[in-house]
């Protein structure tokens, strides 16, 4: 049985910073390409960062300079660096694991954890 399990979240004033975790189980987690994704009241879920097998890093632009994906294969978890941290960061952060192989697609979420930036 596949899990993803998200902590770190909370809140956090105006440039102040968080650590994402997500510790995943059931799969070859070496294998699959580990993202984040957010999803903001009333919005739709959108990317955040995401981070290959390989280790290669791809941010969406409102990540990039401030947060930072990275991965830890031998405790199986994927973290989320967030920097300077604004307002409009605010929303539920979630873990997503995906492997495509030939034709097979594998895709995982975990549940969530809410990011709240205020003063």
């Known amino acids: 049985q596949v899990q993803l399990v998200e902590s770190g979240g909370g809140l956090v004033q105006p440039g102040g910073s968080l650590r994402l975790s997500c510790a995943a189980s059931?799969?070859?987690?070496?294998?699959?390409?580990m993202g984040w994704y957010r999803q903001a009241p009333g919005k739709q879920r959108e990317l955040v960062a995401t981070?290959?097998?390989?280790?290669?890093?791809d941010y969406a632009d409102s990540a990039k300079g401030r947060f930072t994906i990275s991965r830890d294969n031998a405790k199986n978890t994927v973290y989320l660096q967030m920097n300077s941290l604004k307002p409009e960061d605010t929303a539920v952060y979630f873990c997503?694991?995906?492997?495509?192989?030939?034709?097979?697609?594998?895709?995982?979420w975990g549940q969530g954890t809410q990011v709240t930036v205020s003063s």
């Open positions: 997503n694991a995906r492997w495509i192989l030939g034709t097979s697609d594998s895709e995982y």
């Open positions: 059931g799969v070859i987690f070496r294998l699959y390409r």
């Open positions: 981070i290959t097998s390989g280790g290669t890093t």
